[in-house]
């Protein structure tokens, strides 16, 4: 079992830049590959970022890529995601997920067996 608890959203300016954490708890974080997604209003949840259990490969959406990047630290049982040079596009409720396997990068929510509550970002123009 593994509980998620997000922090770190909140307002900020076109241009921008806010780092999220994911504070896990339960003995697998360290075992298990993470993942960040989003749900802008009015859309499905879709993939942004993941990271295997050692940090020793990451995967980032093309829609991300180059402005967000994903890190975890297992002596903390944290993951975070760096997002940078922020769009108002990037507007959304974030989230992030522990899959069942060490390895996944999966794109596919389904892959993820614990989800965190979100938090929100908020991209102003």
């Known amino acids: 079992q593994v509980q998620l608890v997000e922090s770190g959203g909140g307002l900020v300016q076109a241009g921008g830049s806010l780092r999220l954490s994911c504070a896990a708890s339960?003995?697998?974080?360290?075992?298990?590959?993470m993942g960040w997604f989003r749900r802008a209003p009015g859309k499905e949840r879709v993939f942004v970022a993941a990271?295997?259990?050692?940090?020793?490969?990451?995967f980032h959406a093309d829609s991300v890529k180059g402005r967000f990047t994903i890190s975890r630290d297992n002596t903390k049982n944290t993951v975070y995601l760096r997002m940078s040079s922020l769009q108002s596009e990037d507007t959304a409720v974030y989230y992030c997920?522990?899959?069942?396997?060490?390895?996944?990068?999966?794109?596919?929510?389904?892959?993820?067996?614990?989800w965190g509550q979100g938090t929100q970002v908020t991209v102003s123009s």
């Open positions: 997920a522990a899959a069942s396997s060490p390895f996944t990068l999966s794109t596919d929510p389904s892959m993820y067996a614990y």
């Open positions: 339960g003995r697998t974080f360290s075992s298990s590959a």
């Open positions: 990271i295997s259990w050692n940090g020793g490969n990451t």
